[in-house]
C-alpha cells in the first residue's frame, strides 16, 4: 500500500509470451501532476497507458489509485487478471483514433456510458452532456453525427465522453496525432484547460512544444523501460542521460 495517487508495481507486460515490452516499471504520481511520456516509436508509450487503463492483461505487477488495488497480475498466469471495475472506471482514456460510434449522435455518444456503466437516468446525463458541451464550445453539435464533425471536434468530443464519466486521471494517448495542423490547438486547449482545473493527466505526444508547456514531470522511455523521469525544465535543457540526449536531438 503506498501513499501515491497512482501507483503502478513491478508492472510487466509481453505480448506473445516473449516481446516483452514493458519489464518491471515502477512508476508513481500524484494528485495534480501532468505527465508527459515520451519516447521512441515501438518504446511502450501507449501499452503503458492501455494497462493503466485495464486494456492489456499484464504479466506481472499491480495498479493502485488512491491506495485502491484495482488491476493486479495472477501469479498463476494463464488467469485473467484481477480488475475492480468500480476503481478503474475512475480512469478515462482518450487514443489518437477517434473512437465515436459512429451510429450514434454526439449527445447518444456521450451519455451511453453514463447511462450504461453508472446507471445515470437520461435526462441527468443528457443535462451533463450538454452542459459539457456548452463549455467546449459544441452545443450546437449534439446532434450531429460523428462524420459530420472535423477531426478536432471529434477528438474534443471524445474528452467530453471520457471526463462525463467524472474520472480522476485522464490517459492521452497521441490525440492530437492524427489531426490536421490547424485542428491541434483546439484540442491541446481543452487540455490545458483540464491542466488548469488540476486534472491528474498522463499524455503521451511527439508534440515536444506541448509537452513542455502541459508538463510537471517528463518520462522518456526506451526498450519496456523508464530511462529518465525529471521535470520539463531539467529534461528539454539538460537530460542525465545519454539516451534521453539523443532521442531529444533528433525530435526537438
Ligand atoms: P509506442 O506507443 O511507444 O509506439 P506500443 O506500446 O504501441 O509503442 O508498442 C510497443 C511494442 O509492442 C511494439 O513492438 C508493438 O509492435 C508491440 N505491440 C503493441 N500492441 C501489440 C499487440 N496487440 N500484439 C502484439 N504486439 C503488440
Ligand atoms: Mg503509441
Redesign the pocket.
Known sequence: MSSSFLNVQGLRKS??GH?I?LDDINFQMEAGERVVVI????????????CVMGL?KIDRGRIELEGARYIEANPKSKKDNFVDIPVRNKVGMVFQHYTLFPHLTVLGNLILAPMRARGESRSSATERAMQLLARLGLESKAGAFPGMLSGGQKQRVAIARALLLDPKIMLF??VTSALDPELVTEVEGVMLELAEQKMSMMI?THDMWFAKRIATRVIF?ADGRIVEDAPPSKMFTNPSEPRTADFLKKVL
Open positions: 505480448f506473445g516481446l515490452v519516447g521512441p516509436s515501438g518504446s511502450g508509450k501507449s501499452t503503458l497507458l492501455r492489456e494517448d497521441e503521451v522511455s
